[in-house]
């Protein structure tokens, strides 16, 4: 049954496309945004963790809103397993430059002098590599070369890297110290409690166009309980509990709707 036609919603609630002015002030968001920029000033390295769904790419996003566009490049880069060959590529990729070269010299020189050329035109590069946590060592090994510039007088290139929480665990060994050793930075991203929690689904449910307690208090930690605090499993909660409640011709989520719900998800 289409909840949202039963509920009334002018839009989809909790969805992932959810505009930058509509986001909930997350605790801890703007304290990230400032390390962010601190670290984007200095050309710097920031890091940002948290579990899984508890909002890292969307902070991240929202962030990245605080750049104007005319003034920064935001090179964007998806981290895989991949070697570093791979991620450089990645890097060039989102250069809009290709390669076929299997040389890692050529590619990082070809990187370097993109990154300058931005940075004659007036623009600050900007590096930012998302599930940061799935490179491997090597790769953390080698990132910084892209950041150095005549002997490391030049700060021309400020990287910030967000994955989950073993993303420090690497940034701690040896061979990734040059890198670490630059970080000015580190913004952990916490679940919810459950004021914040009631929050950010009251706060969901009004830019849907909904601003009746559509969840019972009950049902309210019901979410907490099951999402654990976590943003993406509440969504999924939320919703499941919606749809369950709809079916049933509820005009109100339950806990036993949400108890249904989490039968469904992972």
């Known amino acids: 049954m289409n909840y949202k036609n039963f509920f009334g919603f002018k839009k989809q609630p909790f969805a992932q496309d959810i505009k930058i002015q509509d986001l909930y002030p997350l605790p801890g968001l703007e304290a990230l945004v400032e390390r962010f920029m601190f670290a984007v000033q200095l050309c710097a390295v920031m890091v940002i963790t948290g579990d899984v769904g508890s909002g890292k790419s969307t902070s991240l996003r929202y962030a990245c809103s605080k750049l104007h566009p005319s003034e920064y490049k935001v090179l964007s880069v998806l981290a895989n397993t991949g070697t570093v060959l791979e991620m450089n590529r990645q890097i060039l990729l989102s250069l809009a430059q290709e390669t076929n070269t299997n040389s890692i010299t050529k590619v990082v020189k ?30 953390f090994a080698q990132l910084h ?36 050793s630059r970080v000015v930075g580190k913004s952990h991203l916490e679940s ?38 976590l943003l993406r499993r509440a969504n999924a909660l939320a919703r499941g509990g919606l749809t369950c409640a709809a079916s049933e011709n509820c005009l109100q989520v339950t806990a036993e709707h949400v108890r249904i719900a989490s039968t469904e998800i992972i």
């Open 110 to 139: 070809t990187i370097r002098s993109l990154v300058l050329e931005i940075a004659a035109r007036k623009e600050r590069p900007l590096l930012i590599i998302d599930e940061a946590h799935l490179l491997r060592l090597e790769v």
């Open 145 to 180: 070369v892209l950041a150095q510039f005549e002997f490391d007088s030049k700060p021309v290139l400020p990287i910030v890297l967000c994955g989950q929480n073993n993303l420090i665990d690497k940034l701690l060994y040896h061979t990734s110290r040059p890198l670490s």
């Open 192 to 229: 919810l409690n459950l004021k914040d929690m009631t929050g950010y689904l009251h706060h969901h449910l009004e830019i849907a166009g909904i601003k009746e307690r559509v969840f019972s208090e009950d049902a309210v930690v019901a979410i907490h309980q099951g999402s654990g605090g």
